[in-house]
């Protein structure tokens, strides 16, 4: 009797565990049931998985695949005819690689993107993309560690990343955050369960020469669960459940989006080291400003240096003067963010709230700033209001 | 009724008959109408073949073979529903026989039911594990749900993912039903039993228009294809001779035209995407697609119909419309 309770309770178990898997942990298993040589159990659960999902394009393809099998031998996954459009079936065995690498190759406990080195208290998560992978990483900011809670198979830019012009149909490559939350009804069907711009083109971008905008998160029309893997303008796409579930993560001008064409990883000490690094810059910056000694000020600043209207020799010139009528300045940091900048060479976004006081202004602002690394030491190249 | 070229079967069958015919009064004149039906069946005569099927079902209501014959008349005739609630009775009253199941899957084929003419066949196979006939039918309805499934996973007409088969309709009841005894006597009554019913040359005929579709896309991927190639002679190769130049212009000057068109960019890029071939015939088919133009002054995409006539085993290029 006990033994049959047992046997009861495991299958309720196993029951709600296959309730609760998404789509494409479905698909996996379909996918295990043909690597298992299962058909009729592949074409069972492909057919169930349709039957919850009906407009899953990739389900579909396999589900063909499957019945064709029952009738003759496959040349190819996806064995359509050669008269339909090629790239159509292109793109789904890609979304089919995508999704199933991701799966199987989910990064291990102590790998952590090199990006994420600290995020402030109250940013509850933050957003690493890796396009190689047509996947998002979600990392929850558990006590300032960075901690992997969820994953998604994003659909980028039809022409790849690294965006540069207006219209290039390109995934921009850097550190951004979400700027708005644009509800499904104030959008058409075409973005789905809604949409969230990011800061595209960002302060680097524009030094940069790059233009365009409207890089948004977005869902999917109705009509589809997915997009194959390289399919928008330049937008990072999600299916409508997954945007659901980000949605209640993502916090207005604070969240970060960080894009990479592939994540360098690191464990969590070095991760630490690198934080520890830029910290200890960060502080000695602060407080040579508060010295009032301009000369140890300004050189943490690098020769290449620009602000939106200065560039190094008009900001130190001014800062030369203004320091000089102070007879004391007082410097408090506090919400430091450090984001390092993917395909950068050691360039890390800085963000935090600057609260100054001095014999003549105060003021507390939200401050942004690129550090560089030259040589052996940390720079600043840019800053201004966040 | 027998012959003696009859195989051994059919004279067992024969025996039994025999046997029944004193039992029934009724049965040799019943008998002699199904033979008559399928005679006159097989001449097209499906009316009369109705008529003597039914003065057969008069004198025994039940019998199997007269009304797998009816409702073979009946599909003939097109009048599906009839058919399909004769051949569903028989599935029920007969479990055992695979040919209801498999006319049955013929007609929800025909219908697009292809997951109930799905469920009918593998039945059918349940009920005989060595069913050619069903095995290549139910071959035939996997291919087609999975164009299906293919068509919905690229949005596109089903027409478009794959051959169009037609299945095999089974012209005889070949098995003996088990449950009723009196069905036996209707083995005598039909041809020697073929292990496997012969392929239909419908079905044949209708894989043919399927190779030629390929052949056509062939034939317009390839015309794409010089042009992209800016290969102005090759491009003009694929215009038949009878091309109807667009505004009437005489074929020289369109040949003109359409060689500095091709001459003048550094780089020509045609795309094909979403082709529909629509065989107006086995030497007439149409093409529409929407077509991307690219080179290094001009990018389009636009609607392009191609009409294709086959002139001495090529095709070739009689019409071409823009914008449809």
């Known amino acids: 009797m006990k033994k049959r309770f047992a046997l009861l309770v495991a299958a309720l178990a196993f029951i709600s565990a296959a309730a609760a898997a998404t789509p494409e942990d479905r698909l996996s298993a379909v996918f295990e049931a043909i690597e298992a040589n299962q058909l009729d159990v592949a074409l ?41 459009p090629q790239e159509r079936v292109e793109g789904l065995r890609e979304e089919a690689l995508a999704r199933l690498r991701a799966q199987r190759q989910r990064p291990g406990d102590d790998r952590l993107p090199r990006y994420v080195l600290q995020l402030h ?4 998560h933050a957003l690493v993309v890796d396009s190689r992978r047509s996947r998002l990483y979600v990392y929850a900011n558990e006590a300032g560690q960075p901690k992997l809670i969820a994953d998604y198979y994003v659909t980028l830019g039809k022409n790849g990343i690294d965006k540069t012009r207006e219209g290039d149909q390109k995934t921009p490559v850097g550190v951004y955050h979400v700027t708005a939350n644009l509800p499904r009804n104030k959008l058409t069907d075409f973005y789905g369960a809604g949409a969230f711009p990011i800061n595209y083109p960002n302060e680097w971008d524009r030094r940069q020469g790059r233009n365009g905008h409207g890089i948004w998160l977005h869902g999917v029309p109705s009509d589809v669960y997915s997009r194959p893997p390289r399919a928008s303008d330049g937008c990072i796409v999600l299916a409508n459940p997954d945007l659901e579930s980000l949605r209640q993560r993502l916090q207005i001008g604070l969240t970060p989006v960080i894009i990479a064409d592939e994540i360098e990883w690191t464990d969590r000490a070095a991760l630490e080291g690198e934080r520890a690094g830029l910290a200890a810059a960060l502080e000695q910056w602060r407080a040579d400003w508060q ?36 007879s004391w300045i007082k410097v408090n940091l506090s919400r430091v963010a450090m984001l390092r900048y993917p395909a950068e060479r050691d360039v890390v976004v800085v963000t935090f709230e600057q609260d100054y006081r001095s014999s003549g202004l105060s003021n507390v602002m939200q401050k942004r700033q690129y550090w560089v690394k030259e040589g052996a030491r940390w720079k600043i190249l840019y800053e201004g209001a966040a | ?35 008559d ?13 109705l008529e003597k099927v039914n003065r057969a079902l008069s004198a025994n209501p039940k019998d199997p073979q007269a009304r797998f014959l009816k409702g073979l008349i009946y599909t003939e005739q097109g009048k599906q529903s009839e058919a399909i609630e004769i051949f569903s009775k028989l599935t029920q009253d007969y479990p055992n026989l695979p040919e209801p199941y498999n006319n049955l899957a013929v007609i929800y084929a025909s219908q697009g039911q292809y997951d109930k003419a799905r469920a009918a066949l593998e039945q059918s196979i349940r009920t005989h594990p060595s069913y050619a006939t069903a095995y290549e039918n139910l071959g035939d309805v996997y291919a087609k749900l999975a164009s ?27 098995r003996e039903p088990g449950p009723k005894p009196a069905a036996v006597a209707a083995a ?10 012969p392929k239909e040359p419908a079905k044949a005929a209708a894989e043919k228009p399927a190779d030629n579709t390929a052949e056509v896309m062939k034939t317009v991927d390839d015309w794409a294809q010089a042009w992209s190639k800016k290969d102005a002679d090759a491009y003009l190769g694929y215009y038949a001779k009878d091309f109807t130049t667009p505004g009437g212009e005489a074929r020289d000057a369109w040949e003109q035209g359409r060689r500095s068109r091709i001459d003048a960019p550094k780089s020509i890029a045609v795309g094909i995407e979403s082709a529909k071939v629509t065989m107006r015939n086995p030497e007439q088919a149409s093409v529409s697609f929407r077509q991307t133009y690219k080179s290094d002054k001009l990018s389009t995409t636009s609607r392009k119909t191609l009409e294709l006539v086959k002139a001495d085993g090529r095709w070739l290029i009689k019409e071409e419309k823009s914008g449809k």
Not at chain 1, 121 to 124: C, D, H, I, S
Not at chain 2, 163 to 169: F, G
């Open chain 2, 1 to 35: 009724m027998l012959n003696s070229t009859a195989s051994r079967n059919r004279l067992r069958g024969g025996v039994i008959l025999a046997l029944l015919l004193t039992a029934f009064g009724a049965a040799p004149a019943r008998a002699g109408d199904l033979e």
């Open chain 2, 37 to 49: 039906a399928q005679k006159l069946l097989k001449a097209g005569e499906r009316q009369q073949a």
């Open chain 1, 121 to 124: 208290p109250e940013q509850k």
């Open chain 1, 44 to 84: 069972k659960r492909v057919d169930a998985l349709i039957t919850d999902y009906p407009n899953f394009r990739l389900a579909h393809l396999v589900r063909g695949d499957l019945l064709l099998a029952r009738a003759r031998p496959l040349q190819t996954f996806g064995n359509v005819v050669k008269t339909v």
């Open chain 2, 188 to 197: 005598p009554a039909k041809e020697p039993a073929p292990k496997e019913a």
């Open chain 1, 291 to 326: 010295s009032r000694d301009t000369e140890r000020y300004l050189a943490h600043y690098s020769p290449r240096f620009a602000t939106k209207d200065q560039d190094y020799a008009a900001f130190a010139a001014h800062k030369l003067k203004v320091n000089a009528g102070k």
């Open chain 2, 148 to 174: 299906q499934a293919y068509g919905k996973a690229l949005q596109l007409d089903a027409a478009n993912t794959g051959a169009q088969n037609k299945l095999s309709l089974v012209r005889e009841l070949v």
